[in-house]
């Protein structure tokens, strides 16, 4: 972020509706911060009011860790350094939106139902092969991380890569309008967010809003595989480029799909060439993830070998997809969240293993009334991609049930208490084992692999 004097902050703020800023005295910052646990000095503190806390609390807080401003939203707070303005939140946006339109910055924005925040790291590393750039970090993908995200671009930067996330419709409009995106990519439409949205027709709709705060001519980057993607209305006007792996009309193709030691590799088929790029991700998702990013790396310019360059270099984050060696068992852990479409791509991933194959999967939350058939038909596919299944939690007993209606003999389904998983997982292991372990974030299946490894440590597999 380039310094920002009191004066300037309130010129933007008020760039849309004057008056909306005022007073605050004089005073410079150089980042802005949303967490006084994370204040860093001549930041500006901006307190952000949710259901149980109160972040207008803790403005003398930020001020005594080295926060050099704050803006605050309570009515008639009037002192030094501290900018009135009607709600907090509102000005996060307004600020980054109206700092970001000050930079002659090319925006690139990632949404979707699965892949967001791999095809997010993918783009910006594709884009960053032809200019300097700035990314989302980790998955700040909502109506405060994207703004924090906004205000992190520098003078220096020439291009932003940002991940948009939504639960309920109209948040990714907010979101667009916000960053003004010159190009933007949607994953995929899967069932994430279902129990709010009610169908995936919904969920594309919503998805969709991306455009809401584009020029019309922009590009538009859509995966040419998905149904739900194909011949939209809402991309009237805009410059639509298909990839996918099926779809023949596609204008970038990923063929001779093959996996490899090191991940999945593929050939890049596109307009006037074609290009090898070897990912260090398994999955056919993940070939998904690197054309959306290719793609998009295509329509800024960059040169196609360094783009695929760039992708094949991008690394798994956290625990998307890590795998790793646990004594003489090979773990996919994949533990970031879960849902219909990215447990099907991870089962798949699975199967392709050879040895014995396990699947220690967690419950899928946020799946509402669809949460039982969601779960049975996990187990029916996950029948069909592992050779032991290990389910916990709330809906393991749909998930084992759909596993033995798919013809999985009872004695391969285990449905443990949470607490006993790590000794039953212990007690099945053997050398040259693949596990995939994946669930929803708040069910922390790493844990129980963790423990798990503990015991693998003080004996033997």
Request: hydrophobic letters at 40%.
């Amino acid at each position: 972020m380039k310094r920002l004097t009191a004066s300037e902050i309130r010129e933007l703020l008020n760039a849309g509706e004057p008056g909306f800023a005022r007073g605050g005295g004089d005073f410079a910052v150089t980042s802005v911060c949303t967490d006084t646990r994370k204040i860093t000095k001549g930041c500006l503190f901006v307190p952000i009011v949710g259901a149980n806390f109160d972040g207008h609390e803790f403005i003398d807080e930020a001020f005594a860790k080295g926060a050099a401003g704050a803006i605050s939203g309570r009515p008639g707070e009037c002192r030094d350094r501290v900018i009135s303005v009607p709600d907090t939140l509102d000005a996060l946006g307004r600020l980054a939106s109206a700092y970001k339109a000050s930079l002659n910055v090319k925006t690139v924005a990632v949404t979707g139902s699965v892949g967001k925040t791999t095809t997010k790291e993918m783009t910006a590393a594709a884009v960053s092969a032809g200019f300097r750039t700035q990314k989302t970090a980790g998955n700040f993908n909502n109506n405060i991380g994207m703004p924090l995200t906004l205000l992190t671009v520098s003078p220096e930067h020439e291009a932003a890569v940002v991940e948009m996330g939504m639960s309920a419709a109209g948040e990714i409009s907010a979101l667009s309008r916000l960053a003004r995106p010159d190009i933007a990519i949607i994953t995929n439409i899967g069932t994430s967010h279902i129990e709010y949205l009610g169908s995936r027709e919904n969920i594309c709709k919503a998805k969709l809003e991306i455009l809401d705060g584009m020029k019309k001519g922009s590009v538009i980057i859509l995966n040419g595989d998905d149904p739900y993607l194909a011949d939209r209305p809402e991309t009237e006007g805009f410059r639509v480029l298909y990839y996918g792996i099926r779809n023949p009309l596609a204008q970038v193709i990923a063929e001779n799909v093959r996996e490899e030691a090191r991940g999945v590799a593929f050939t890049a088929v596109y307009p006037g060439g074609r290009v090898e790029i070897c990912c260090a991700m398994a999955g056919e998702h993940i070939v998904y993830d690197a054309l959306a990013a290719f793609s998009a790396a295509l329509c800024m310019g960059v040169r196609p070998e360094l783009a695929a360059k760039a992708i094949s270099e991008v690394l798994p984050e956290g625990m998307r997809q890590r795998v790793c060696t646990m004594g003489d068992v090979d773990v996919i852990m994949d533990c970031y969240n879960a849902n219909p479409d990215s447990m099907n791509a991870a089962l798949k991933v699975l199967s392709a293993k050879s040895g014995r194959r396990i699947a220690l999967l967690g419950d899928m939350l946020e799946l509402g009334s669809y949460s039982e058939t969601a779960h049975t038909e996990l187990g029916k596919t996950a029948a069909q991609s592992a050779d032991i299944l290990v389910a916990v939690g709330r809906f393991a007993s749909c998930v084992a049930a759909g596993a033995k209606r798919a013809g999985m003999a009872g004695e391969r389904v285990f449905t443990p208490e949470r607490s006993n998983a790590p000794d039953l997982l212990y007690g099945i292991l053997r050398p040259g084992d693949t596990v995939l372990v994946k669930g929803s974030r708040g069910m922390k299946m790493e844990d129980i692999m963790a423990d798990c490894e503990q015991k693998m440590k003080h004996g033997t597999v």
